[in-house]
């Protein structure tokens, strides 16, 4: 049954708060391990739904739930380390919830059904606000608080999105099930206001917890004060969940011929995302807060990309993964930089590369990374997203995208030149581990790795995912 993919970390999560540290350190790795092996299972068919009601694995679906599960491969083995190092309080807290909010991702890649999509993103808010107050400090309160409000107010929208697709079909009398599957078959007999209304709904909805602006405010808080492990898993994993319930409702919108529009909102959002992104990184003083800036400016280029359709969609796809590959490995160097200087104040540190020098290694790498430049996939991506821009005639648009990317260029580039070779201020207090480290590096590689070459099943999965719009290399 597919649906073990999901129930598997819920279990082990609920197991894991009643274990000692060093049992439960061993769970989170453990269940991080077979989880991706159900989800290779997954991608081979060998797994079905034993729901198929509420559960189905989609080719967007199955893509989001191998990113993620690669991702938490490689912060299980980072935490593993990290939570022995830092003496962590709350360990049974930590991982209990780390494991269920692998268990409510996966749901959500797995849902086949508006309520239960919405339900399972629900839970990841519940489930993850832990993991951000798990040091207790004020400020780490204040961002729990903000997370959970603010994600509340936009899930609570999405919900009354998806009961505006429902009478969108009530007004017209369609029967059908709820489920994605079957509404797109049946989209051009829906109402064409109220699913418009609904879709809008839907964006602002789980745009809040994509981080798309102006819902964002909460996105820099909370990346900000969690753990590093959670950071990355917040920023590489989660805001993927949330682009899939705005691109579900997206498909159905296009198999309704309401596709303009749709593209026109996302387009919208898109862009005023990275603008958001660029203008905060700019004099950003907290290198944590800076990627999550630098998160919320991609997440504008995804939305951007998807609007945009055609071979701009295909390069948004790419721009997801490579977003989630370098991004977490980031974070988990940042928490290495943490770990060392015990601050997160830009103007404290300096001279990484003497202290952490392999740190300092994936932590330049990154930038290049993230900054859009070759080898990394992002180079690629986004290339992909202008040359799609500039076919569909957005010419204001990719000026707006470009000016951005340039001051995001310019704002990282300030900061992790400065951190990296800036004046020696102070000694390190912690050293750096091979287990701190090997999973930034893998995250790395992978990137370049699927920048150079990308598997059949990969590229095949991408294209049925977007196929249906329209979406394509050739589009």
């Known amino acids: 049954m597919i ?3 999901f129930l598997l970390p819920v279990l082990a999560g609920l197991a894991a708060f009643a274990l000692p540290s060093g049992m439960g350190r061993i769970l989170l790795l453990a269940t991080a391990l077979f989880h991706l092996q159900l989800t290779i299972m997954a991608w081979m068919k060998l797994l079905t739904p034993t729901f198929p009601a509420f559960f189905a694995a989609s080719p967007e679906g199955l893509l989001v739930l191998l990113v993620t599960s690669f991702v938490f491969v ?3 083995i980072y935490a593993f380390a990290y939570i022995k190092e830092t003496k962590m309080e709350n360990v049974a807290v930590f991982i209990c919830c780390m494991l269920l909010f692998l268990g409510t991702m996966s749901m959500v890649t797995l849902s086949d059904h508006p309520i239960v999509l919405w339900t399972a993103i629900e839970a990841t808010t519940l489930v993850s ?5 798990i040091h207790r400090s004020k400020e780490a309160l204040e961002a729990t608080w903000k997370y959970v409000l603010i994600c509340s107010v936009g899930i609570a929208l999405a919900l009354l999105g998806c009961f505006f697709i429902t009478l969108s079909m009530d007004l017209r009398n369609v029967e059908s099930s709820l489920a994605f599957s079957s509404l797109n078959g049946v989209a051009l007999q829906l109402d064409p206001v109220w699913l418009k209304v609904g879709f809008v709904f839907v964006v602002i909805g ?6 798309l602006a102006p819902m964002h405010t909460w996105l820099p808080d909370a990346h900000s004060e969690a753990p590093s492990p959670a950071s990355a898993l917040l920023s590489g994993a989660l805001l993927n969940c949330a682009f899939l319930g705005i691109y579900k409702v997206h498909v159905l919108m296009n198999a309704a011929n309401l596709g303009d529009f749709a593209g026109n909102v996302l387009v919208g959002f898109g862009i005023v995302s990275v603008l958001v992104g660029g203008i905060f990184i700019v ?3 907290d290198y944590k807060r800076m990627l999550a800036y630098s998160s919320i400016k991609n997440m504008g280029i995804i939305a ?3 609007g945009i359709g055609g071979i701009a969609l295909y390069g948004a796809f790419l721009h ?15 928490g290495n930089i943490l770990l060392g200087f015990e601050t997160k104040l830009v103007q404290r540190i300096g001279g990484i590369i003497k202290y952490l020098p392999k740190t300092c290694i994936c932590f330049l790498a990154g930038f290049i990374g993230v900054s859009g430049l070759p080898p990394f996939g992002m180079f690629v991506s986004e290339l992909l997203i202008i040359i799609g821009a500039i076919k569909g005639q957005w010419y204001i648009s990719t000026g707006l995208l470009i000016f951005a990317l340039i001051l995001v260029f310019a704002g990282t580039g300030r900061v992790f030149i400065a951190m990296s070779f800036g004046k020696e201020l102070e000694s390190v207090k912690v050293q750096e581990k091979s287990l701190r480290l090997i999973p ?12 150079v070459w990308l598997p059949d099943i990969v590229y095949a999965t991408i294209m049925n995912s977007i196929e249906i719009i329209g979406g394509g290399i050739h589009g």
């Open 3 to 5: 649906e073990l993919i």
């Open 74 to 76: 490689c912060i299980s």
């Open 129 to 133: 606000a832990p993991l951000i107050f």
């Open 206 to 211: 789980f745009g809040t917890k994509m981080g």
């Open 283 to 285: 004099g950003q003083t």
């Open 304 to 306: 951007f990309g998807v």
């Open 320 to 334: 997801m993964i490579h977003h989630s590959l370098l991004k977490s490995s980031l974070f988990l160097s940042a």
């Open 440 to 451: 930034s590096y893998i995250l790395l590689l992978a990137s370049i790795l699927l920048c």
